[in-house]
Each structure stands twice: as structure tokens, then as C-alpha cells.
């Protein structure tokens, strides 16, 4: 952590933890207030994302908290520099804490929404979550030392779970994709990359101190970095799952679809049964 950020900075950090918090609040009430409009069988979907935006709202008002009190200015109203506060240390324990709660529900959210077999989701998921569990709990010690061997140390062995877990997802849930329904197989398969493309982003933020980047630089680039794939990973993946289960469910009972479509006509050829 920085002993000094530019006014810049600061407003920079600020703004971005107040967009975090306005965009898991208000997709989680989003997806509260449209849980009816998925069938009964995708609603455990949804519901975990419902949770998963709520732990982060909860942990980035932590963030904010934690930020506002670890930098003071002397010049109210100005556009002074802010430094470190006597006392107050910004706590980037919020993030992994939220982060262990969060990173196995939103592999349960993928697994819930397609629906599989019992024996194949425990098969996934006894391998996905501890996985997912061990990469944040070795990724924690080298983000608290001011040590950058150490730093780089748990960020390698971090990394070997981190493959793990996307290994399982492109090759185990791949063979589950060609089965789900043709509707959304597109859907599920950009879904996949959004979780490729926004995980991707926790490491390279991580490593940033370990580039040339000034102190304070490194320190709100990071910041940044873990904000927006947070609203990446977190908010706008919820949205796509709940894509998903709205289109499995007018997949599943044509009804259902008349009902809920404006125009009454289903997305895809409703399924021909015998
Ligand atoms: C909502 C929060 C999410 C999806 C967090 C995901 C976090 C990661 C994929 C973190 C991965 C890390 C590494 C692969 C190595 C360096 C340490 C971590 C923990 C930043």
C-alpha cells in the first residue's frame, strides 16, 4: 500500500469502488425481483448469484469503508494529495475473504444452470471447488507481503490450481456443452470465455507491483484491475446465467415461453415431442 496518492489517484480508487457497489446491489435486486421468470428447475441458479452479488456489495462497502479512512487529505474540498492515515491501514483482506465465499458459489452458479445429471455435477464440482478454495487461499500470503519474491512465490503456486480449474472447464464441461440445447450453446460458450477473459484479469492485477510501475501507480492500476473484473465476473456473469435459464426454460416447456416471449413465439423451434 502507497504512503501517498495523488488527488487523481485517490478519485480514481473512489469511483471505482462506487461503481462496484452500485452494479452488485443492483443486479442482485435485479435478479431477485426476476426469479420468476426462469422455471422452478433454474432458479437455484439464480438464486446463488442473488448471494454471490450480495457477499460482494457487503465486502466492497468493507473496501470503500477501509479506503476512505486509510487516505486522509488536510485540504477539504482542494485538490490535495491524500496520505496514509495514522492508525488506519486499508484492509485488502475484504477482497480474498470475498473472493473465497464467492469464486466456488459462481462455479456452482455454471454448474447449476446447465442442469446435469447429479452424478456428473458432484463429479465437477468435488474437483472445481476445492480447486477454486486452494487458489485463493495461496494467492492471500503473497498479496499481504510487501515482499515481492514472496509475492511471486504464492502467485506461481496459486497459478497451478488456477490451471487446474480451467483445465476441468474446457475439457470435463466441455463434453456437457454438446449437450445442452442448441439455443444455447453460444450463449454458454461466450459465458465460458467471459470467465477465461475477466479470472484472467485477478493475476495480471496481482502481478503489477512485480512490474516498473511506481508504487502508488502499481497500487490503483491493481485496485482498478480487481474492480472491473469483479463487475465482470461477478455482475455481468449473472446476467448471461440468467440469459441461460430463461432461454433452457422456453427451450424446456413451450408454454412457458408464449407466456413470458412479447411476441408468443418461442426463440428457437420448439422441440418436437412424440
Ligand atoms: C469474483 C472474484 C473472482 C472471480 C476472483 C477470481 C480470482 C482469481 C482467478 C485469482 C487468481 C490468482 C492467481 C491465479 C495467481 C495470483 C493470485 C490470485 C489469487 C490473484
Not at 32 to 44: A, N
Not at 119 to 136: C, E, F, S, T, Y
Not at 237 to 252: E, N
Amino acid at each position: 500500500m502507497p504512503n501517498v496518492l495523488s488527488h487523481g489517484q485517490f478519485e480514481t480508487v473512489y469511483n471505482f469502488l462506487s461503481l462496484v457497489i452500485a452494479s452488485m446491489l443492483f443486479t442482485a435486486l435485479f435478479l431477485l425481483v426476476s426469479l420468476p421468470r426462469v422455471l422452478p428447475r433454474y432458479r437455484q441458479a439464480i438464486t446463488v448469484a442473488i448471494v454471490v452479488c450480495g457477499i460482494a456489495t457487503y465486502h466492497y462497502f468493507r473496501i470503500f469503508n477501509s479506503f476512505t479512512s486509510a487516505f486522509v487529505t488536510p485540504s477539504v474540498g482542494g485538490t490535495g494529495d491524500y496520505s496514509q492515515a495514522t492508525g488506519a491501514g486499508f484492509n485488502e483482506g475484504y477482497r480474498y475473504v470475498d473472493w473465497l465465499l464467492t469464486v466456488p458459489l459462481l462455479l456452482v452458479e455454471l454448474i447449476a444452470v446447465l442442469a446435469l445429471a447429479r452424478k456428473v455435477q458432484r463429479h465437477l464440482l468435488v474437483r472445481l471447488v476445492p480447486a477454486a478454495a486452494l487458489m485463493i487461499a495461496l494467492g492471500y500470503p503473497g498479496e499481504i507481503s510487501g515482499d515481492n519474491g514472496l509475492r511471486g512465490l504464492f502467485g506461481l503456486l496459486s497459478t497451478i490450481p488456477f490451471a487446474y480449474i480451467l483445465f476441468i472447464l474446457f475439457t470435463e464441461l466441455g463434453k456437457s456443452l454438446e449437450h445442452q440445447p442448441a439455443a444455447v450453446r453460444g450463449t454458454l460458450s461466450r459465458l465460458r470465455f467471459l470467465l477465461l477473459l475477466s479470472w484472467g484479469v485477478y493475476p495480471v492485477a496481482y502481478l503489477l507491483p512485480l512490474l516498473n510501475l511506481s508504487g502508488a501507480d502499481a497500487w490503483v492500476a491493481k485496485q482498478v484491475g480487481y474492480s472491473l473484473a469483479d463487475i465482470l465476473a461477478k455482475a455481468v456473469y449473472a446476467l448471461i446465467i440468467f440469459q441461460v435459464a430463461k432461454m433452457k426454460s422456453y427451450d424446456d416447456d413451450p408454454a412457458f415461453a408464449k407466456v413470458e416471449l412479447p411476441t408468443g413465439e418461442p426463440l428457437a423451434p420448439a422441440p418436437t415431442h412424440a
